[in-house]
């Protein structure tokens, strides 16, 4: 299948590694001019240096002006993106029940505002042009909220609101807005939590590892690759009929439709 991107432009965020940087990977390969961004710079440029078009941009997206510095990086090197994947670290373990303001500032901050300011500076481009692509990398705990994750299921279910209103609003603009959900993908932030779960529960990170994996009907966590070919069609041309749909690549972890 021809995923019409070529002639396109993908900024990817928080794609210095695991899912973003297999999603930027794909992208690129698939003929976008890809921006590769994060906190680590040198890794950033090393990805874009093996890709056919692409730059890497170090940038903290958690700044105040951080999501303005990564707009108009890629403005500069291959003008307004067409397509957007909104991705970043999730917040910290935690138990509702241990929930501070603090923790639910930063939560915000980590999982809906950022996105929200990237979001405001390149829907207009998309728009005028009558062709864009907003992609979230949510989490399968929108639609079953997971244990031990109160932050992240208030941070992501609150951007996941967002882009749901936010899709019926530009869908006649040629703007599709959706999210994809990962379940358990073979991540570091995978590794964490497994981690936090195990000291939480007593056990070792093995045996965490492999109760979570009985829970899978597909028997063992998913690849990024996986994730980012999904990823790849919700943001092409074949997809142009995709909207305001939440996707979940999760090897069937979510047990309702």
């Not at 297999?22 to 240096?49: D, F, W």
């Not at 994947?85 to 929930?99: F, I, M, R, S, T």
């Not at 074949?238 to 309702?256: E, K, M």
Request: with cysteine.
């Amino acid at each position: 299948m021809n995923l019409g991107l070529s002639d396109r432009t993908a900024l990817v965020c928080s794609s210095t590694g695991g899912i973003g940087e297999a999603i930027a990977r794909t992208l690129a390969e698939e003929g976008a001019s890809t921006v590769v961004c994060g906190r680590r710079g040198q890794r950033a440029t090393k990805i874009a240096a093996g890709l056919p078009s692409a730059v890497g941009v170090e940038v903290d997206s958690l700044s105040e002006d951080g999501p303005a510095k990564l707009f108009e990086a890629t403005v500069a090197a291959f003008g307004p993106p067409d397509v957007l994947v909104l991705n970043g670290p999730g917040p910290k373990p935690a138990p509702a029940v241990d929930v501070d303001s603090a923790d639910i500032d930063a939560a915000l901050d980590a999982t809906l505002r950022q996105h929200i300011r990237l979001v405001s500076l390149a829907l207009p481009a998309m728009r005028e042009r009558g062709w864009g692509r907003i992609l979230a990398v949510g989490s399968s705990g929108i639609a079953a909220p997971l244990p031990n994750l109160a932050l992240s299921n208030l941070g992501r279910a609150a951007l996941a609101g967002y882009l749901k209103t936010l899709a019926a609003e530009v869908a006649a603009d040629g703007v599709t807005v959706n999210l994809l959900l990962p379940g358990r993908i073979e991540t570091d932030r995978t590794a964490a939590v497994d981690a936090s779960n195990a000291e939480r529960s007593g056990r070792t990170t093995a045996e965490v590892e492999e109760a979570s994996i009985a829970t899978i009907p597909a028997r063992r966590y998913g690849r990024p690759d996986e994730f980012a070919a999904a990823a790849a069609f919700l943001c092409s041309a074949p997809a142009s009929y995709v909207t305001g749909t939440a996707l979940r690549c999760d090897g069937g972890l979510v047990r309702n439709l």
